[in-house]
């Protein structure tokens, strides 16, 4: 199946600073990819959308000044926690929609970002 | 009212135990639909996609019924190994794409 690169797959960082995660799909184009953050024992939430070449779109309680979603080219998004705090410590994890002319659209997920703030 | 609401869980089968997951749906613009699996603290897998005529892949079988905005998977002989979390995700399409997952049900299978 398709493959999507997440990167880092852990983070440790101080309270204040920034960190970016970068969710690459390495064989095919993705025009659309999403953001999720996942609590232990919890599902995915959702949390935006990203397009390529225009704006993010945010779901309802997510701050798009502290999470900014940059998706410059059809291979790659970022996410940037900004000014971390320690509740944004989570799993944060991409997938990117899989089209292809002759067969229905699918999801492929990176391996996931554990930040921990301190 | 959930936008995609499962069986709350989990499930204690023993091996070789038939187990059937149920999904439903409440956005009629959902387009989408697909079981995944999730093992502890990785990334989700898709299992199978779902389609109206339904499709099998093995020991899996994945139903969508439309009309009822209900969707299911069915594991026959299940392993040891099929002990994991299963997710019914759904995309819409509103004018923009969104993914809505289901809470999750979770599955263990004993010896």
């Known amino acids: 199946g398709a493959v999507v690169s997440q990167h880092p797959s852990r983070v440790i960082c101080k309270s204040g600073t920034s960190v970016k995660i970068e969710c690459r799909s390495l064989d095919f184009q993705a025009t659309t990819m999403f953001w999720y953050r996942q609590f232990p024992k919890k599902s995915l939430m959702l949390m935006a959308t990203?397009?390529?070449?225009?704006?993010?779109?945010?779901e309802q309680g997510v701050e798009k000044d502290k999470f900014l979603i940059n998706h410059a080219s059809l291979t790659l998004s970022t996410l940037t926690v900004t000014s971390a705090h320690p509740e944004d410590s989570s799993f944060y994890i991409c997938?990117?929609?899989?089209?292809?002319?002759?067969?229905?659209?699918?999801?492929?997920f990176g391996s996931g970002t554990q930040l921990s703030v301190l | 009212r959930k936008e995609v609401e499962q069986d709350p869980g989990p499930f204690n089968v023993p091996e070789g135990a038939t187990v059937a997951f149920n999904c439903t749906y409440s956005?009629?613009?959902?387009?989408?639909f697909f079981w995944y699996r999730q093992d502890c603290r990785k990334e989700p897998k898709l299992l199978m996609s779902v389609y109206s005529s339904g499709n099998e892949d093995g020991r899996f079988t994945a139903q969508l019924n439309r009309a009822s905005q209900y969707i299911s998977l069915l594991i026959r002989d299940s392993k040891l190994s099929d002990s994991a979390t299963y997710l019914c995700v759904v995309i819409l399409n509103t004018g923009g794409f969104k993914t809505i997952f289901g809470a999750g049900t979770r599955l263990f299978v004993k010896a």
């Open positions: 997938s990117a929609k899989f089209m292809r002319v002759g067969t229905n659209e699918k999801l492929f």
């Open positions: 956005n009629s613009a959902s387009q989408s």
């Open positions: 990203s397009n390529e070449g225009s704006k993010a779109t945010y």
